[in-house]
């Protein structure tokens, strides 16, 4: 019994190849065409890999950024108003028993 299939001609020397037992779906046949771009072109592949890069710096940018203001945001008011109480010791001393009088009443309403 041959193991060809049925209507394939019979070359000596030759053996048939063996049947697909997976599926091809468009997945792994848009990863090849995409591999086989970027195998015979290696600057896609370089260009991809920089702009990659860039979108990567980027982003750290933004991150390091908005690290940055809201560190600034949350110390400026307490450097604001230290220097401020170095200069006005009675309009200071007012304002921080009204702040220590709302913490307290905050603090007593909150669970």
């Given at each position: 019994?041959s193991?060809?299939?049925?209507?394939t001609p019979?070359?000596?020397?030759?053996r048939?190849?063996?049947?697909?037992?997976?599926?091809?779906?468009p997945?792994t046949?848009?990863?090849?065409?995409?591999?086989?771009?970027?195998?015979?072109?290696?600057?896609?592949h370089?260009?991809r890999?920089?702009?990659?890069?860039?979108?990567?710096?980027?982003?750290t940018n933004r991150l390091?950024?908005?690290?940055?203001?809201?560190f600034?945001?949350?110390?400026l008011?307490?450097n604001?108003f230290?220097?401020?109480?170095d200069?006005?010791?009675?309009?200071?001393?007012a304002?921080?028993?009204?702040?220590?009088?709302?913490?307290?009443?905050v603090?007593?309403?909150?669970p």
């Open positions: 019994m193991s060809q299939p049925p209507g019979h070359r000596p020397g030759t048939a190849a063996p049947p697909v037992t997976g599926s091809m779906t997945e046949s848009v990863r090849i065409v995409i591999d086989s771009t970027t195998a015979s072109n290696p600057t896609l370089v260009d890999k920089r702009r990659k890069d860039a979108l990567r710096k980027r982003k390091l950024f908005a690290i940055a203001v809201v600034a945001g949350s110390w008011p307490l604001v230290n220097i401020v109480a200069f006005d010791h009675e309009w200071v001393l304002l921080t028993l009204t702040n220590q009088w709302v913490q307290l009443g603090l007593s309403v909150a």
